[in-house]
């Protein structure tokens, strides 16, 4: 009996560390994992400032949802036989957008909504093909003839419908800081690879408001962000003096950029498409910090990002669109904040 007393101190300080030794491996794997995840996210980040090819699929093909290798693009006799149409999921005035079925598959089937916007309809259609990338919805097939084409089915919807999405139970694991800030990276990401595309220099027109701009991304089942619509995606070339207009009616509001506003509105002359002056990418920029605010929301972390990125909004919103930064400049500052605050983050835990 009178060895028990340092039997039990041997079992205490063996359990002591084995204790230790746990977590000490469990701070090694939260820290290695945190540097592996970040060390992926700048390779890709790399990889997308240098241009290279992001696509799992050679160009004319793609790969959805469950399917193991990629299929050429549908043609017009697939599309009429194959795509089954269910319902009317969407609309606006260029197209109508219905849920369909593709060999098992859930795409959307979209049509010509009126003729009057044909023209905008088969520009959407070639941006589509031109640029098939991560940051753009897939497309998987089309008929020019019917004024058709399918893409891939996004269930959640666009970026309009972010806040009911986090709302519903199963995802509001998924609302914080960090997944809140890395579509809002997208979002960038996506205005660097349109500024700098295959297809030249594009200007995203179709976003003369919030709600407008944000119904432009399709928000994926894996939380991040493709660009949807790219029907109103004009090219720009400064230094060939090739710039753009949104449309050929005067366009109000604090939303717009200042050079997107008609410059004689404070004079009383009655607006004139011919003498409104064009614009260039710049436009997108100032929308940034806009878009962000409500990519953001009131998410626990969200005004600490805002600290961060305080100083790059407030050049994006200066009145003189040369001075703004480019889309390129903006996602280093959002790439270097957001890995800096996922180390930050680690480093706390750790301490813990």
Known sequence: ??????????????????????????????VSTGVIYLYVDSLQGAAEQAGYPQTACRPGHFKISSMKSCAAWLQCAQVRADVRQLKLIGQGAVKKVYLAEWSGHKVALCRLASQDYLEDFLHGLSMLQALQDTAVVQLVGFCAEDHTFVTEYHPHGSLLNLEGVFAQEQFRFHDTWQI??????????????????????????????????????????????????????????????????????????DFV????????????????DELMPGYDEKTDIWKVPDVTRFIMGAVRGGDLVHFHLFQVHDECKRE?????????????????????????????????
């Not at 001075?323 to 813990?352: E, F, G, I, N, Q």
Request: a positive charge; proline letters at 5%; glycine letters at 6%.
């Open 1 to 30: 009996m009178a060895r028990m007393p340092g039997r039990l101190s041997g079992q205490r300080s063996r359990t002591s560390l084995s204790l230790a030794g746990l977590m000490t491996c469990l701070a090694a794997l939260l």
């Open 257 to 272: 950029a200042p050079e997107q506003l008609w410059p004689f509105r404070n004079t009383g002359k009655t607006f004139s």
């Open 180 to 253: 809140r800030l890395r579509l809002a990276l997208d979002y960038v990401s996506i205005l660097h690879f349109l500024h700098n595309s295959p297809a030249g220099r594009r200007v995203m027109c179709d976003s003369n408001s919030l709600e407008k701009t944000l119904s432009q991304f399709l928000l994926t089942s894996d939380f991040r962000l493709v660009v949807n619509d790219l029907d109103a995606l004009p090219r720009v070339e400064v230094g060939g003096g090739l710039l753009v207009k949104c449309g050929h009616h005067e366009l109000t509001g």
């Open 320 to 352: 003189d669109p040369k001075l703004r930064p480019s889309a390129l400049d903006v996602l280093r500052v959002y790439r270097s904040v957001y890995s800096t605050m996922v180390r930050d983050a680690l480093k706390s835990r750790d301490a813990l």
